[in-house]
């Protein structure tokens, strides 16, 4: 029987994702090093949903506030994608093999995980996370409620 060896399935979606891949690669490695795209995809994607967990918990407490948002989240999101950067300076300026790079990655993967599951919990999607994980946030779920509270105690003044 023949057999394509060559045969690829083009779809529109492989297209754009190709096209992504080819676009934002080079630049993260530029930037963060070679072979650290993964690193910082993941990152990225708990940065994301750390995003998402606290809109919905702020909404579900009523201090949600775009304006807070922009201006205490976006710098704070930017600070935190630039980190893992000036680690791969370091590493390079030191001929280290990625340790600034990679503990500070990790640690700001830990702790947002950390955030994004306070957040969670905040939003009322608590039952899915087990007590366990509860244990080891329950410092930054504290944070979380006291900085929410104060929020909204500052919006009530200001709207009263």
């Known amino acids: 029987m023949y057999k394509q060896w060559l045969a690829v399935d083009i779809t529109e979606g492989r297209v754009i994702a190709t096209g992504i891949g080819a676009v934002i690669a080079p630049w993260v ?11 910082i995809i993941l990152m990225l994607v708990v ?12 909404r579900k407490d009523k201090t949600y506030s775009s304006q807070y948002g922009i201006r205490e989240g976006l710098p704070r999101t930017l600070f935190l994608v630039a980190m893992p950067a000036i680690a791969n300076l370091l590493d390079t300026m030191m001929g280290m093999p990625g340790l600034f790079f990679y503990g500070i ?15 969670a ?6 039952k899915w996370i ?11 779920l504290k944070a ?17």
């Open 105 to 119: 990655t990790l640690g700001i993967i830990y702790h947002t995980w950390q955030s994004l599951t306070a957040n």
């Open 121 to 126: 919990y905040r939003a009322g999607w608590g």
């Open 47 to 58: 940065i994301g949903l750390d995003w998402i967990t606290g809109i919905e918990a702020a």
């Open 29 to 39: 490695t530029m930037i963060y090093g070679d072979g650290r795209l993964i690193p």
């Open 144 to 160: 979380k409620v006291d900085r929410a509270s104060k929020r909204g105690a500052e919006g009530d003044e200001k709207n009263g």
């Open 130 to 140: 087990p007590k366990a994980v509860m244990s080891h946030i329950e410092s930054e």
